[in-house]
């Protein structure tokens, strides 16, 4: 019987920074590895290490065999992270301070507030931010790098059965599991607040026109947390790692310019450039967030409402997951979210499903900050041993990953031989 590839253990900051082992004395922390400018400390391998223990009390920190084997794998890691900046692969800081953001919220619906997070990780959100922020990068370009090694990776259905018959007494039984939907709606802002904070931009551009201080109506009007209090510095940035049209309206000034109105996801800009070149930008902004008021919250929830109404007179969920989800990824699968048991949602979401039947649609509920759902429990599935009838499609997940985990190893191996890594003692 052949023993079936796990995934490469990826354990980002989130999980290393609950997973503090207990000091009993003071430990001068030490670098264990480099990979090209990256250094991997002791701290690091022992908190990874604490997180498998907090998971498994069989592990033991002190075991040298599971020490080296962690350490390789993060060495693999920084490899794959290194292999990303040798291809000039980027990612730019707007996509860092979304995925931050979106990290950010959701730790709040499930902690309950800032000052809680800060309890639980030990420090201060700024300093949260700025681990995390350096961990997102370092996933995105992991994420990239695999993409465009692997991204165009198919398999066919002779692979999936040659893969099941090979590996077929190691994958998992399939456990009682939920065929689970849904719909999102993402709050939208009315065109009048739209308005409203181009009129405000207007007028406080006029008010820096005619005299004002820019960086001190940045520090009053800026909805820019992170700037305001620099009066809306941004300092030099590639221009690749900013929105285009922040750039587009950032080029066309001359120094010391400052622009009408420029709108991105985020809202609308005034920039000024301060210096420039070809490739970056040292700017200040005031930043204007279009503002979602309650009543654009209560009109999102009405309309899913209106939604579930008809699933119960009868109407398809997925034919409404269809035309009205605002989620990219699953609209076109009519809002699948998959078949996965009951324990891999999210705790809110458990309780929830608890309390349905199959059939049911269940109410309104928030699934990010600007953002609702319903919820649809189409079936029960009992548990069994999986096999190519009713599991085809997660047998050919396995399949994919097990295909690109054989590759990524032949990869690595490769990378450990090009780019310049070292254990040190």
Request: proline share 3%; hydrophobic share 35%.
């Amino acid at each position: 019987m052949k023993k079936l590839i796990l995934p490469l253990l990826l354990v980002i900051l989130t999980g290393t920074l609950f997973a503090q082992a207990p000091q009993t004395g003071l430990v001068m922390d030490k670098v264990v590895a480099r990979v090209g400018n990256m250094m991997i400390m002791q701290s690091d391998l022992n908190g990874r290490i604490a997180l498998l223990a907090s998971k498994d009390p069989s592990v033991k920190l002190e075991d040298k065999e599971l020490q080296k084997t962690m350490l390789d794998l993060m060495i693999d890691e920084k490899l794959i992270i290194e292999s990303a900046i040798e291809d000039s692969l980027e990612v730019s800081e707007a996509q860092i301070n979304q995925y931050w953001e979106i990290y950010l919220q959701n730790m709040i619906q499930e902690i309950g507030s800032e000052k809680r997070i800060e309890q639980l990780y030990g420090m201060s959100l700024p300093e949260i931010r700025q681990k995390m922020k350096i961990e997102i990068r370092n996933g995105q370009l992991s994420d990239l790098a695999r993409q465009k090694h692997f991204g165009d990776l198919k398999i066919n259905r002779a692979d999936v059965e040659s893969f099941y018959n090979t590996y077929k007494d190691s994958i998992p039984d399939i456990k009682e599991s939920i065929d689970l939907y849904h719909i999102i709606k993402k709050i939208t802002a009315k065109a009048s607040a739209k308005e409203d904070a181009y009129k405000l931009a207007l007028k406080i551009r006029d008010s820096v026109l005619k005299g004002g201080d820019f960086a001190e109506f940045a520090k009053k009007y800026s909805d820019d947390v992170y700037s305001k209090p620099e009066g809306g510095n941004l300092g030099w940035f590639d221009k690749s790692k900013l929105f285009p049209e922040f750039v587009k309206g950032a080029n066309a000034l001359n120094e010391g310019e400052v622009s009408m109105p420029i709108e991105t996801p985020l809202g609308y800009h005034l920039v000024q450039t301060l210096e420039k070149n070809e490739t970056q930008l040292n700017t200040r902004h005031i930043l204007f967030k279009i503002g979602k008021s309650e009543n654009d919250r209560i009109e999102t929830m009405d309309f899913l409402k209106k939604l579930k109404d008809s699933v119960d007179k009868g109407a398809s969920f997925e034919a409404l997951a269809k035309r009205y989800s605002d989620d990219k990824e699953t609209k076109g699968f009519g809002g699948s979210i998959g078949i996965n048991p009951i324990e891999a949602y999210p705790s809110t979401v458990q309780t929830l499903l608890k309390e349905m039947k199959d059939g049911q649609v269940s109410d309104p509920m928030q699934y990010e900050a600007d953002s609702y759902q319903i919820l649809y429990r189409k079936r029960t599935i009992k548990p069994h041993k999986a096999n190519l009838t009713d599991d085809y499609k997660k047998i050919e997940q396995y399949a994919l990953v097990n295909k690109q985990n054989e590759m990524t190893k032949e990869w690595v191996k490769k990378l450990r031989k090009t780019l310049y890594w070292e254990y040190v003692k």
